[in-house]
T-cell receptor
Framework: AQTVTQSQPEMSVQEAETVTLSCTYDTSESNYYLFWYKQPPSRQMILVIRQEAYKQQNATENRFSVNFQKAAKSFSLKISDSQLGDTAMYFCAFMKRLDSSYKLIFGSGTRLLVRP | DTGVSQDPRHKITKRGQNVTFRCDPI?????LYWYRQTLGQGPEFLTYFQNEAQLEKSRLLSDRFSAERPKGSFSTLEIQRTEQGDSAMYLC??????????????FGPGTRLLVL
């Protein structure tokens, strides 16, 4: 069974600075996807960034980038130039490729506070 | 595209009562998921529909839970004889057909259930 671990329950960063959120996962699969989802307070979850395991290049989306270390089973999220609107719960998630259901397996989340 | 919608947004019920939640996915999304999220945790997979067929159910989905998706459009999740442990946020997500960004799930705002 796959598991996803986020070891940082809470983090804080000053506006305009950079912060990195950690995620590790355990799987015997070689073909899978990894995701970071953002859940703002009282708002719905939205996709931040996605990584396909067979791609060596780290995914980037504007101020968001990942450091994907497949051998180490590590998938960290870097947020550059943090903005107040980045305050949210961040969930790392795993999806087995070609799974029968494409279900997501989530970590327990990291609460990020961006300070003005 | 109005996004995934869920109704009601909040539900308070007494232990032993039945409750039903509704999810309307993004149009043309043939795949639909239900997740449960308890306080301080990441969402956990409950069940998955492809069109009208329920293809996978988690062991979390006890016999008090039933989900349907008639005609492959909206879905309902019913909990019978509610227990206090059922208190959680129930999230619905949908994703496009296979081959069209299939791995990305779009989440609704959730239904927060409180069982007294």
């Amino acid at each position: 069974a796959q598991t996803v671990t986020q070891s940082q329950p809470e983090m804080s960063v000053q506006e305009a600075e950079t912060v990195t959120l950690s995620c590790t996962y355990d799987t015997s699969e070689s073909n899978y996807y990894l995701f970071w989802y953002k859940q703002p307070p009282s708002r719905q979850m939205i996709l931040v960034i996605r990584q396909e395991a067979y791609k060596q290049q780290n995914a980037t989306e504007n101020r968001f980038s990942v450091n994907f270390q497949k051998a180490a089973k590590s998938f960290s999220l870097k947020i550059s130039d943090s903005q107040l609107g980045d305050t949210a719960m961040y969930f790392c998630a795993f999806m087995k490729r070609l799974d029968s259901s494409y279900k997501l397996i989530f970590g327990s989340g990291t609460r990020l506070l961006v300070r003005p | 595209d109005t996004g995934v919608s869920q109704d009601p947004r909040h539900k308070i019920t007494k232990r032993g009562q039945n409750v039903t939640f509704r999810c309307d996915p993004i149009s043309e999304h043939n795949r639909l998921y239900w997740y449960r999220q308890t306080l301080g945790q990441g969402p956990e997979f409950l069940t998955y529909f492809q069109n009208e067929a329920q293809l996978e159910k988690s062991r979390l989905l006890s016999d008090r839970f039933s989900a349907e998706r008639p005609k492959g459009s909206f879905s309902t999740l019913e909990i019978q004889r509610t227990e206090q442990g059922d208190s959680a946020m129930y999230l619905c997500a949908s994703s496009p057909p296979v081959g069209e960004g299939q791995e990305t799930q779009y989440f609704g705002p959730g239904t927060r259930l409180l069982v007294l």
